[in-house]
């Protein structure tokens, strides 16, 4: 048996020198980050500073982008994630992602969870493994009508969830979340925010979200983001109170947009 | 303005329609659906037409949609955006506006004569389906690409193979656009005259071909061969095809709504 070493949290997930390129123009320049494990991350920063982006390269979405190119790299529990034989599938499996926009399927809220189970082969009766996946989002409540419901009909609060659901039937080990309650109101935000908050203890989590105050709510950990650079990155509370950063500053007390 | 134009459109339509009927009255009974055409106009029929324009649609349809879908599938969803690529897609294009007229003269060179075809159904069909295939990758490359990429990107995220993403997600949300693309594509090679009368389509024929390599005849060049004769009944008969045609067309109209209203409520 081996003992795990004292010290500082393993990181999970790491970039070095992370460039990423959209028809020629860099919207990443130059970002090293480490995301430990089992802590919740949080990416801010002004619209168009490449919060997406950096998500988006943990689990190697931007290359399904034509024009899109990456330089430096990620490493996920020390293996290069973009190795030419790693399985990309395999990699969307293990580090999740939730999209800003839910983009559910037209299709029913069981169809929905079961999409990603399906599309890995697993085989048998999935209704186990969905309904804990729509447990943890307060979806699941022992009736089986919501599992026939169309998941367009649901409210957006519940759309949202819905989709955290699909992306946690796989049992990710990182889950990454872009801008989770953008466009919910008040009460629904807040269910999302819970939900985030119990979720800490499953996996390693990332956030990009243009609400700083809730990086403050959910996070250990906050990165700065402008214009495509990490200005910034440490303790939620050090960073909020004490920014080193002269542009994380202007951002937190409103002088930047 | 748009239910004006929708009612003018109608109504030419229904103009067009009761022209070709009371042209027709005269000719139109169950009887003209399945006779040969006779030197004597009073007792033609449309039989052999009809049964060569249902050949050439089931034919031109089993070889120009898979091949044409299948095409626009694999530019739209896996080609990577190269030169070469872009080349084929601005060829399909300009394929998709070429006049028929000039697919009739390249499939007498190539299927009548070239492979020896004779001018048979089996060379009509080829011929057609050489007119049909671009437009059927041209129509179904936009069904594609109207589907937004938030679906894909959703597919994948969550580890579907890119076609798992085409066969689960893409497909069922551009098939009633697939499907009315398809119908568009068939429905030009249905009406077309000029490149079977190209091939050398029989407009005399007292048998209705029952196999491909039975002579070539259709609707269409039924009509153009009834409507070249002087004699006063012959126009009857022409306009009795062209209803013909027509229902033919409606017919294939008639599947792609009944489809459409399948359709309805799964995808919006
Ligand atoms: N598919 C794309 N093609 C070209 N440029 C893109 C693409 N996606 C994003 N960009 C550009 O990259 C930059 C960073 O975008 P990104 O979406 O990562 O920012 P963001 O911080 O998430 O912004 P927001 O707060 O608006 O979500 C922007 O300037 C954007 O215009
Ligand atoms: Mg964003």
């Known amino acids: 048996m081996v003992m795990s070493a004292p010290g500082p949290a393993l990181p999970v997930l790491s970039t070095e020198r992370l460039t990423v390129r959209f028809d020629g123009r860099a919207v990443l320049k130059?970002?090293?980050?480490?995301?430990?494990l089992g802590r919740v991350v949080s990416i801010i920063g002004p619209a168009g500073s490449g919060k997406t982006t950096l998500l988006r390269s943990f689990n190697r979405m931007n290359e399904l982008i034509p024009g899109a190119k990456t330089a430096g790299t990620v490493?996920?529990?020390g293996v290069d994630l973009y190795d030419a034989d790693i399985d990309q599938a395999e990699v969307r499996r293990?580090?999740?992602m939730v999209f800003q926009k839910a983009t559910l399927f037209p299709k029913s809220v069981f169809d929905n969870v079961a999409f990603g189970l399906r599309a890995k082969g697993v085989e048998g009766d999935l209704h186990g493994l969905v309904e804990e996946a729509?447990?943890?989002v307060g979806l699941w409540s022992g009736g089986a009508e919501v599992l026939d419901a169309r998941a367009l009909d649901l409210t957006a609060g519940e759309q949202r969830r819905l989709s955290i659901a699909r992306a946690l039937a796989l049992k990710p080990d990182c889950l990454l979340l872009d801008e989770p309650t953008a466009a919910l109101d008040p009460a629904a935000s807040a269910k999302v925010e819970s939900i985030i908050h119990a979720l800490r203890h499953e996996c390693t989590i990332v956030l990009a979200t243009s609400d700083h105050t809730q990086a403050g709510r959910l996070s250990d950990l906050t990165a700065y983001l402008d214009s495509g650079r990490l200005m910034e990155y440490g303790a939620t509370q050090e960073l909020f109170t004490n920014p080193r950063n002269e542009r994380t500053?202007?951002?937190l007390t409103g002088r930047l947009p | 303005m748009g239910v004006a134009a929708a009612l003018v459109t109608m109504s030419a339509l229904i103009l067009l329609t009761g022209v070709l009927l009371v042209e027709a009255r005269e000719v139109l009974d169950w009887r003209f659906f399945l006779d040969p055409p006779s030197r004597v106009a009073a007792e033609g029929g449309v039989g052999p037409a009809v049964a060569g324009s249902l050949w050439l649609t089931f034919l031109v349809a089993a070889i120009a949609v898979p091949l044409g879908v299948g095409t626009a599938v694999y530019l739209a969803e896996y080609a990577p955006p190269t030169r070469l690529v872009k080349a084929v897609e601005s060829v399909l294009t300009n394929l998709a506006g070429v006049p028929s007229v000039v697919y009739g003269i390249a499939g007498l060179a190539l299927f009548v004569r070239g492979l020896g075809l004779g001018p048979s159904i089996l060379a009509g069909a080829l011929t057609l389906t050489a007119l049909t295939v671009p437009l059927v990758v041209v129509n179904c490359r936009k069904a594609l690409q109207a589907v937004p990429d938030e679906f894909r990107w959703a597919a994948f995220g969550l580890g579907a193979s890119r076609w798992q993403v085409v066969r689960d997600q893409v497909?069922?949300?551009?098939?009633p656009a697939l499907l009315a693309g398809c119908c568009a594509a068939l429905l030009r090679a249905v009406g077309a005259a000029a490149p079977l009368l190209m091939l050398g389509a029989v407009s005399f024929t007292t048998f209705a071909p029952g196999?491909?390599?039975?002579?070539?005849t259709a609707l269409p060049t039924q009509i153009f061969a009834w409507a070249a004769r002087p004699r006063e009944g012959f126009l009857a008969l022409a306009a009795g095809a062209s209803v013909a045609l027509l229902l033919l067309m409606a017919a294939m109209h008639l599947v792609l709504f009944a489809h459409r209203r399948r359709?309805?409520?799964?995808?919006?």
């Open chain 2, 171 to 175: 497909l069922p949300a551009a098939a």
């Open chain 2, 263 to 268: 359709q309805k409520g799964t995808w919006s």
């Open chain 1, 134 to 136: 729509l447990t943890v």
């Open chain 1, 94 to 96: 293990r580090i999740g």
């Open chain 2, 211 to 216: 196999s491909p390599n039975d002579p070539l």
């Open chain 1, 249 to 251: 500053e202007s951002y």
């Open chain 1, 30 to 36: 130059d970002v090293s980050i480490e995301i430990p």
């Open chain 1, 75 to 77: 490493h996920f529990q």
